[in-house]
T-cell receptor, first 114, second 110 residues
Framework: NAGVTQTPKFQVLKTGQSMTLQCAQD?????MYWYRQDPGMGLRLIYY???????DKGEVPNGYNVSRLNKREFSLRLESAAPSQTSVYFC?????????????FGDGTRLSIL | QQPVQSPQAVILREGEDAVINCSSS?????VHWYRQKHGEAPVFLMI?????EQKGHEKISASFNEKKQQSSLYLTASQLSYSGTYFC???????????FGAGTRLTVKP
């Protein structure tokens, strides 16, 4: 019972490099989300996809792009990494109606940008 | 727009009770509660919708006061397994995303 799977678990990048974080869920959920978590800041929404084929900006979208590849997969891309993007990134999924449905989180990707 | 959680941290002995508060400056549609253990993913606890309802999960319950724009999480007879950081997530009317508080770190000692 995998749930939400994120790859990689750890990554170190140099400033200016690009990278794609992968997320896949096997719960047949329509909605998927990308968050970043910084110390003392809680979780902040970067982008979300309410359903296959749609994506919307969240609270902190600058510097990121997303692709909803199919119903299962939602990727997050950093085109030109900056030290300010050092964070733990979580992917989550839910049935439609995220305002009153629980979100299921992956184990996170720990990203360091030097 | 981020909700404010209090306290920031609390230390308990096994069997003691604790209350964690989540306050918003805007009218709330719903409040979510999650628990995160160190190095792990957040885990869903419960959702409260408008109406002041109270919900429970194990010996953990919560209330939602729509008028006061706040929610409280009650942990009774705490167990060692309750240790972790608790986050509230707030959803506002006419908004499509959820905003999380900074978290409350709960430590339960034997």
């Amino acid at each position: 019972n995998a749930g939400v799977t994120q790859t990689p678990k750890f990554q170190v990048l140099k400033t200016g490099q690009s990278m794609t974080l992968q997320c896949a869920q096997d719960m047949n959920h329509n909605s998927m989300y990308w968050y970043r978590q910084d110390p003392g800041m809680g979780l902040r929404l970067i982008y979300y996809s309410a359903s296959e084929g749609t994506t919307d900006k969240g609270e902190v979208p600058n510097g990121y792009n997303v692709s909803r590849l199919n119903k299962r997969e939602f990727s997050l891309r950093l085109e030109s990494a900056a030290p300010s993007q050092t964070s733990v990134y979580f992917c989550a999924s839910s049935v439609p109606g995220h305002t009153n449905q629980p979100q299921h989180f992956g184990d996170g990707t720990r990203l360091s940008i030097l | 727009q981020q909700p404010v959680q209090s306290p920031q941290a609390v230390i308990l002995r096994e069997g003691e009770d604790a209350v964690i508060n989540c306050s918003s400056s805007k009218a709330l549609y719903s409040v979510h509660w999650y628990r995160q253990k160190h190095g792990e993913a957040p885990v869903f606890l419960m959702i409260l919708l408008k109406g002041g309802e109270q919900k429970g999960h194990e010996k953990i319950s919560a209330s939602f006061n729509e008028k006061k724009q706040q929610s409280s999480l009650y942990l009774t007879a705490s167990q060692l397994s309750y240790s972790g950081t608790y986050f509230c997530g707030t959803v506002y009317y006419n908004n499509n995303d959820m905003r999380f508080g900074a978290g409350t770190r709960l430590t339960v000692k034997p």
